[in-house]
């Protein structure tokens, strides 16, 4: 198959090129560079033995999207592209709103005079909020924080009328838990600018020495050791989860929603033991309060993903950090 990725060159667009185009598909990718390097595409000629086909320009430009939906014949759309900090989205909801919302519709204006009705969006399990009751499953009441879960949460809305409005619309909303490490050539992986915000990218940089030590936003959470729970996913298991999704979403008409994590969370102290084992490293840590917004714990039911799209994520967290570390020790 054709596909385009908008936002291909960022983290998780990057690692599903990876997958899509070893599984044999012609990949595209559609990339405003915002928040990513240019030197992701040598990276991915490396690992691939050539670079996927590489347009530099902005989802919300209806004209160059139709342009390369049309040039590339493509068949399907994996929609990436989009702003993703949450602390930020507080600060600028316009800006999120206009490229994640307005962008989203952008593509699908140009998709629906392409007569392209395929499409894989990237969601996030921050559209479900304070948890009502965990594992979250896809039923689990919606109602996002953030700016930036509401953009999630919206995008998803529109899918589903859209795809209410005309039975010729396959779409698939996969609502991602947390996504850490990278692939295993050490050669793509996450990049943030400035100080992380995560707690992985943030340990890495502690255990590499180039920050001092990690501030643990709070030991005295509801939950086994005090500190905060998540589903962290290894971001290859991730990208191979994409794979799936698109041969789903090829097959099935209707617009479909599945989490994509691994159903275990881990504790903020289980992610430092992990890394330390993983680097060999000391991590120094400080307990400092509590974030604001945070959530104490949450994690998936990934049981939906594996019974349709026959997927589950197989690393686990030591594996994560082994990857995170290769990565941050390389780059
Ligand atoms: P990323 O920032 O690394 O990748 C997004 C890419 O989109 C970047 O390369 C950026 O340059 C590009 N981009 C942004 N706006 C664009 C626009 N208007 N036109 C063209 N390109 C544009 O982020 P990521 O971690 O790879 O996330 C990919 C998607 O998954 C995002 O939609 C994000 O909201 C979603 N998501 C990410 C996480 C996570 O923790 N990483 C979790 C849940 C959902
Ligand atoms: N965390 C932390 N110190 C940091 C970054 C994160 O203690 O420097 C904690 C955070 O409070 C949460 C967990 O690590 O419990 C995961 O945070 P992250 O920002 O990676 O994911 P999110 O909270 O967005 O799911």
Known sequence: MNILLTGGLGYIGSHVAVVLTEAGHQVTILDNLCNCKIEVLDRL????????????????????VESILKEKQINSVIHFAGLKAVG??????????????????????AMKNCEIKTIVFSSSASVYG?????????????????????SKLQVEEILKDLSDSDPEWKVVALRYFNPVGAHDSGLIGE?????????????????????????????????????????YIHVMDLAEGHNSALLYVSENTGFSVFNLGTGNGYSVYEVVDAFTSA???KIPYEIVDRRGGDIASY?????????????????????????????????
């Open 299 to 331: 994690y998936a039911n990934a049981q939906k993903a594996k019974k349709f799209l026959g997927w589950s994520a197989k690393r686990g967290l030591l594996q994560m950090c082994i990857d995170a570390w290769k990565w941050a020790v390389l780059h």
């Open 191 to 231: 990049d943030p600018a400035g100080v992380p915000n995560n707690l992985i990218p943030y340990v890495a940089q502690v255990a590499i020495g180039k920050l001092e030590k990690l501030k643990i936003f709070g030991d005295d959470y509801d939950t086994p050791n005090g500190t905060g729970v998540r589903d």
């Open 279 to 281: 680097s060999s490293r």
């Open 45 to 64: 000629e490396k690992i691939l033995g050539r670079a996927p086909a590489f347009f530099k320009g902005d989802v919300r430009d209806q004209a160059l």
């Open 88 to 109: 930020e989205s507080v600060q600028e909801p316009l800006m999120y709103y206009d490229n994640n919302v307005g962008g989203t519709i952008s593509l699908l204006k």
């Open 130 to 150: 304070i948890p009502v009751y965990l594992p979250y499953d896809e039923e689990h009441p919606t109602r996002p924080q953030s700016p930036y879960g509401k």
